[in-house]
């Protein structure tokens, strides 16, 4: 089933979108390629069906998070915005992201040009994005069920990786799977609010780490989830 956008719709959102991208600009994000991304794509679209009340699809473009079924939550349009900023993402980039949730992530990396690797361990939103991604229009995803702390080895090593559910520690086998010269952008923390941390990997054992402010995640949590 091909997904069809009304077009009277996406005239509306599209004006919806070309304002949360003013808002995003006023928050400090600069990246032009990621602000053409958010401009680009149709957030509206990529809600738990169950939720998506109309009321609800006219928050989809403020910056707000929703709920995209299974317990999960589309990240806000600015942490989107940010993490994707801090990767500094070049056309051809490999991407290794963990918590695939509805998409909506892989999707801006997609429109970036980065090769994505997503991981996702609750099973029903896996079977459900790895449908949903290419009826949009967004192929070329490899997304896994699996479990995002251990990485995928065999597709090692990666340009970037972004972590985007609440990690209690950096996890070792992401730092290994980065090339050196790589960045690893990852929420840090287990209270109600974590750190964002970014890393540049200098040598096969040097790390680089900075952090920017508080943001809200929902926690990066072991092994798969049937
Ligand atoms: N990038 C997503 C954000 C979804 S919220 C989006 O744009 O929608 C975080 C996601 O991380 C949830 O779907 C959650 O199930 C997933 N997650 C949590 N722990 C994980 C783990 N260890 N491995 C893979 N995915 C994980």
New binding site residues.
């Given amino acids: 089933m091909q997904i069809v956008i009304n077009n009277e719709d996406e005239y509306l959102f599209r004006g919806k979108r070309k304002r949360l991208v003013e808002q995003l600009k006023e928050k400090g994000i600069t990246d032009a390629n990621v602000l053409n991304a958010i401009l680009k794509i149709p957030r509206h679209l990529?809600f738990d069906e169950s939720t998506a009340r109309p009321a609800l699809l006219d928050h989809a473009y403020s910056d707000k998070a929703l709920k995209?079924g299974?317990g999960?939550?589309?990240?806000h349009p600015f942490t989107?915005a940010f993490q994707t900023e801090k990767l500094n993402i070049s056309r051809g980039d490999k991407v290794l992201?963990?918590?695939?949730?509805?998409?909506?992530?892989?999707a801006v990396l997609l429109e970036m040009g980065a090769k994505v690797y997503s991981?996702?361990?609750?099973k029903e939103?896996y079977d459900k994005t790895k449908l949903f991604l290419p009826r949009l229009g967004y192929r070329g995803a490899k997304i896994f069920y699996?479990?995002?702390?251990k990485g995928l080895p065999q597709f090692a090593p990666f340009d970037k990786v972004i972590v985007?559910?609440a990690a209690p520690y950096i996890p070792e086998e992401l730092l290994k799977q980065t090339v050196i010269g790589g960045i690893i952008v990852i929420p840090v923390g287990e209270g109600a609010e974590q750190i964002m941390n970014v890393i540049v990997k200098k040598t096969e054992n040097e790390y680089v780490k900075q952090e920017f402010g508080k943001f809200k995640?929902?926690?990066?949590?072991?092994?798969?989830?049937p």
């Fill in positions: 990529f995209i299974a999960q939550t589309i990240s989107v992201e963990i918590g695939t949730g509805c998409g909506y992530q892989t991981i996702e361990r609750q939103l699996g479990d995002g702390y985007t559910a995640f929902v926690p990066m949590l072991q092994n798969k989830n």
